[in-house]
């Protein structure tokens, strides 16, 4: 058994009175997807807001791979090797879907003002590296042909492409997905689905964010159920889905 | 203690104008979140406009107590600048509703070059004196003095601020106004006719900034074409200190910005051992403003803003 | 694309290039001969705008952010010039060595007043900067008592002209019988810089950190989540246009001789700004076209004086008076009517138009086409 990959002790958020996350815990295992699941409200995205650093906990402490997350900038948390979706779709509209994906290996590469402005040898091969992997992602996810298209302009199904792209550039360990197959239609959500199991396959780690239960159940390894920002059942999804607490969060009460 | 009334006094007046041009910038930021980079133009305008009302008939040997000639002057300045908010939201702010933030700002600026070298064209650009038809009485207190000219612009701003809080917060233009300042689309949905009320927010802000231009043009005895850059950057300045959007707040970092400016330029020399004098009173204003925004930038009163991903 | 096509492509480039060499380097002869001397040093002006514009366009153009105090770092590069070749401190140190003093302590200065504005959104980041650009201006006028560092609202004069060992700038010299005016030596001395600056632009544009600019402009919490330290990648924003800031200062100090407070104030901040509003923004050919419009419309409206003058017997306006009240106009109807500029970049234009048919179009140019 391998060591977690994403050890998460009682993290709690609070914005004045309201506890949007308390005190959850989870666990992550290399190589699984893990599932995030609750009603609307629950403190799901809070909860990834919390750990890429875009918000700053009030308590608790996150592991990834033995080093402390939280209260790390967003762009450290890249460097460590978590990366992340929205469920808003954040892409730079105004880039190409090319130059998106080079982005995203920002943080992996190093050249500054004067390899901008010298172009010796090693940022060029840099610069090589980046779009040749750049093309290699588009390719993986599906939507090789639009390379230079501006990502406003792409269809809906294929922004959604194009922001795992980018995501998978910055070379993560754990890749977080807020709710990647919102607004699909069945078949994309099919190819949706195939392209991360893929991405297992490959070796990445996934932690998503979904309400499509099916999609859950299909995909995940493991999943834990949020509820008023508790985390109330944790486990493989089949047991999951017959806890008594979680029927009743979904369904507001018990099965008769 | 020697100069700290009298300072305090000075700082209290000149701050009340100040809340009064604070008020134009924090209600169109409330409602656009734009700030109205013309705005203090549209104060200089005010000014000009009196000024020119005033010394024609202080000069034409008409038999009026000075008061009333400065009300004359107020009654053409204040149409007058009602007229040119109302404009320029129309032509330069409404096309742009929809633009990405850059546009506005820099029409903004577009509004404020031309409306200052329109008034440059028209009036030249020296500076024209106020007459000399308003009594200059001083009272004594308690070692500091203060002239009827400041004790009238203190009553009057303060009536002008409690009536334009009455009218927000008991009128039903008042609740229009700010339903649409907190959710534009949905006070549309429930009736309210939008583009209305920006109008009349932009109507009321340049009638306060009208007479907010007459004040200061009594105040210090002349106007320019050039005064309302400077005036208009320390009342933005006093409205961020306030929270920018919050009318109390305008009011309040208004008559806080001029106690401060005021002291300051008094005791700078004392502080800094004569390095620094009084020719840096400007630069209080942009250090309070720049000091709100990196340590406080919702500003005294205003709610802090968390953004969400 | 046929091979042949291809390589006649890259000989025509070289074509157009050499072409356009020549041009420019005839450019001060032709413009003495045609429109007198004093056109020749409204060229010169010319060239160090366009290098402001082009350093207001990294920060403005490339990374979003909106800077209204760009001219103190004019101002910084001017008065270091100033202070250190002059008779005001004695001391008269070589150009050469200035330049990149101006450079490095004006990019400190954009450090410096750019680190308060990191969390600033827009229109709040103009503000400030419009108040920093202030703020240095009254220190630059006030700064002479109870220390004369900055000789006050006189300025500093008897700045020593730029030269290289024996050769001086300001004077005419004769090269194979033909006499080169001063002007003539700063105009290629300016362009020299001036296409080393527009080098420099290029490369960043097409670079890690040109992307992670325009990332920012578009999205800067998408560009923190995918590993941008954007405090670090804006503030680097700052300090290159700046640089470029106080290069075009020093030169300015040493080619106009004296320098003065009121030549840094707001308006020219707007101005520049205005150089690549109306040229196009982030687009260098569109900057540099906004500069030279710019520079070269005031000088223009001097005739018009000449001709109220003439048709009418006196001036009924004063052309300088106009000037600014057409650049407001400029300004309001450039934003209304066209906000990307004259030229402008393909992104600016992917801003504003959108749809299906566009996405057909691109995708059929499978060639790098744009920018």
């Known amino acids: 058994m391998k060591p977690p990959l994403l050890v998460a002790k009682n993290v709690s958020k609070h914005f004045g009175g309201l506890a949007a996350l308390s005190e959850a815990s989870f666990t992550i295992n290399p190589g699984e997807i893990f599932g995030l699941i609750g009603p609307n409200g629950a403190g799901k995205t809070t909860l990834f807001n919390v750990l890429t650093g875009l918000y700053t906990p009030t308590s608790g402490n996150v592991l990834l791979n033995g080093q402390p997350l939280l209260g790390l900038k967003p762009h450290d948390v890249v460097r460590l090797g978590l990366a992340r979706t929205f469920q808003n779709i954040r892409l730079f509209a105004n880039m190409t879907a090319l130059e998106n994906v080079m982005v995203g290996r920002h943080a992996r590469t190093r050249a500054g003002i004067l390899g901008a402005i010298f172009r010796g040898s090693g940022t060029r091969a840099e610069e090589a590296d980046i779009a040749q992997r750049a093309h290699a992602l588009l390719d993986l996810v599906g939507i090789a042909g639009h390379a230079h298209a501006f990502a406003q302009h792409l269809s809906y199904g294929d922004q959604r492409r194009l922001e795992i792209a980018r995501a998978l550039a910055t070379d993560p360990k754990l890749l977080a997905l807020d709710e990647p197959a919102a607004g699909m239609n069945p078949s994309e959500r099919a190819g949706l689905q195939q392209l991360l199991e893929k991405l297992r396959d490959m070796g990445l780690t996934l932690l998503l964010i979904e309400h499509d239960v099916k999609l859950v159940m299909g995909l995940c390894n493991r999943v834990a159920v949020l509820d008023y920002g508790k985390k109330i059942a944790e486990g493989v999804p089949d047991d999951v889905k017959r806890d008594p607490l979680v029927i009743e969060a979904y369904l507001g009460g018990p099965l008769s | 203690m020697d100069i700290f009334l009298q300072q305090l006094i000075n700082g209290l007046v000149l701050g009340s104008v100040y809340a009064l041009v604070a008020l134009g910038y924090t209600m169109v930021y409330g409602i656009l979140e734009l700030i109205n980079f013309a705005h203090g133009e549209v104060t200089m305008m005010g000014a000009m406009v009196a000024l020119a009302v005033i010394s024609a008939l202080a000069g034409s040997g008409v038999d009026l107590p000075g008061m009333v000639i400065v009300l004359l002057g107020l009654l053409a300045a204040i149409p007058a600048c009602m007229a040119l908010g109302y404009a320029i939201e129309r032509v330069a702010y409404r096309p742009l509703r929809n633009a990405p933030r850059l546009a506005p700002l820099i029409t903004a600026i577009g509004v404020s070059i031309v409306l200052q070298n329109v008034a440059m064209l028209i009036w030249g650009r020296q500076y024209i004196s106020f007459p000399p038809i308003l009594p200059v009485t001083r009272h004594e207190i308690g070692g500091a003095s203060i002239t009827d000219l400041q004790i009238f612009i203190l009553l009057l701003s303060c009536l002008l601020m409690a009536g334009l809080v009455l009218l927000v917060h008991k009128t039903k233009l008042g609740r229009a106004m700010r339903a649409t300042a907190q959710a534009p689309q949905i006070a549309g949905l429930m009736g309210v006719n939008i583009n209305s009320i920006i109008s009349i927010t932009f109507i009321l802000g340049s009638a306060l900034a009208a007479i907010a231009g007459v004040m200061v043009s009594a105040y210090y005895g002349l ?54 004098g009084s020719n840096y009173q400007d630069v209080f204003a942009f250090f309070v403003l ?10 005294l009163l205003g709610e802090r803003v968390v953004e969400r991903a | 694309m046929n091979v042949l096509n291809l390589k006649h492509d890259r000989r025509s480039a070289w074509i157009a290039f050499a072409v356009l060499g020549i041009m420019l380097a005839a450019l001060p002869f032709l413009v003495d001969a045609g429109l007198g001397q004093s056109w020749v040093r409204i ?15 990294i920060v403005v153009g490339y990374a979003g ?61 103009a503000i400030v900067t419009l108040g920093f650009g202030e703020i240095i201006r009254i220190f630059l006028t006030n700064l002479n008592a109870p220390i004369n560092i900055t000789n006050g609202p006189q300025g500093v004069n008897m700045i020593d002209p730029i030269s290289i060992g024996s050769f001086s700038f300001n004077q005419t010299h004769r090269v194979l019988d033909i006499s080169i005016p001063g002007v003539y030596n700063y105009y290629y001395l300016f362009l020299a810089l001036a296409i080393l600056i527009i080098f420099i632009s290029l490369r960043l544009q097409d670079s890690r950190i040109g992307r992670a600019w325009v990332a920012i402009r578009e999205d800067e919490v998408a560009a923190e989540a995918m590993g941008i330290n954007t405090r670090n990648v804006k503030l680097l924003a700052f300090a290159m246009g700046a640089s470029f800031g106080g290069i075009s200062g020093g030169l300015f100090a040493g080619f106009q001789g004296f320098i003065s407070p009121e030549s840094f104030n707001l308006m020219e901040s707007v101005m520049i700004l205005c150089m690549i509003v109306l040229g196009g923004m982030g687009n260098i050919p569109g900057v540099i076209l906004g500069a030279v419009l710019l520079t070269v419309f005031p000088e223009a409206l001097r005739y018009i004086g000449e001709f109220e003058q003439y048709a009418l017997g006196r001036i009924v306006v004063d052309p300088a008076d106009l000037r600014m009240l057409i650049f407001g106009i400029a300004l309001i109807a450039i934003m209304i009517y066209r906000p990307a500029g004259l030229v402008p970049s393909k992104r600016r234009r992917s801003e504003l138009v959108s749809g299906p048919d566009v996405l057909a179009q691109e995708q059929a140019s499978f060639y790098d086409t744009h920018k």
């Open chain 3, 65 to 125: 952010l909106l800077d209204l105090g760009y001219i103190a770092f004019y101002a910084v590069g001017a008065y270091l010039y100033a202070l250190l070749a002059s008779p005001h401190f004695g001391l008269h140190l070589p150009f050469w060595a200035l330049l990149p003093l101006g450079a490095l302590v004006a990019g400190l200065f954009g450090v410096m007043l750019g680190a308060p504005t990191l969390r600033l959104r827009g229109d709040y980041l």
């Open chain 2, 223 to 276: 106007a320019h074409y050039y005064m309302g850059f400077m005036l208009g950057l320390k009342a933005f300045s006093a409205a961020v200190l306030g929270g920018i959007g919050n009318i109390a707040g305008a009011m309040l970092g208004g008559l806080l910005l001029g106690v401060i400016e005021s002291l300051g330029a008094g005791y700078i020399g004392d502080i800094t051992g004569g390095f620094l």
């Open chain 3, 43 to 57: 060229l010169d002006f010319t060239l160090l705008y366009v290098m402001l514009a082009l350093g207001l366009n």
């Open chain 2, 290 to 299: 720049i000091l709100v925004l990196v340590f406080r930038p919702s500003g």
